[in-house]
């Protein structure tokens, strides 16, 4: 069954990157520039899977994902941190906002397919 996938990155070649990925598998991919963008995108419109960027400029991707986990449309909407950190401190942040998940920039296909496919719910 298709989903929607909100993929939110301020480099367009990563958004670009997750599409080429995700679409082929039947999901509905819409973008968002930066955290702030895709607040006010997902204030009114349920998506099945958030995948964002940590470090963004206007909103970052942990700032977003607490922002998310206190509206009761995405209180339990999965959220994926796709980012070059890989501090425990940093995922501790993430996982402290809310976030369902974690994958390490850069990433091959194989490992995004996977995690989508494992947090999705059916």
Do not use: Y
Not at 17 to 26: S, Y
Not at 76 to 99: H, M, Y
Not at 111 to 118: E, F, G, H, P
């Amino acid at each position: 069954m298709s989903k929607t996938i909100i993929t939110v990155d301020d480099a367009q070649t990563m958004r670009k990157m997750i599409r080429f990925t995700l679409q082929p598998t039947g999901h509905e991919i819409i973008e968002a520039a930066d955290g702030a963008e895709a607040f006010n995108t997902l204030k009114n419109k349920p998506v099945d899977l958030i995948i964002t960027d940590v470090n963004m400029p206007n909103m970052d991707g942990i700032e977003l994902t607490r922002k998310l986990r206190g509206t009761p449309l995405h209180a339990r909407t999965p959220i994926v941190l796709l980012t070059t950190e890989s501090s425990p401190e940093k995922k501790n942040q993430g996982r402290a906002a809310g976030a369902t998940g974690w994958i390490v920039k850069p990433f091959n296909q194989q490992q995004l397919l996977a995690i989508v496919s494992k947090v999705l719910p059916n």
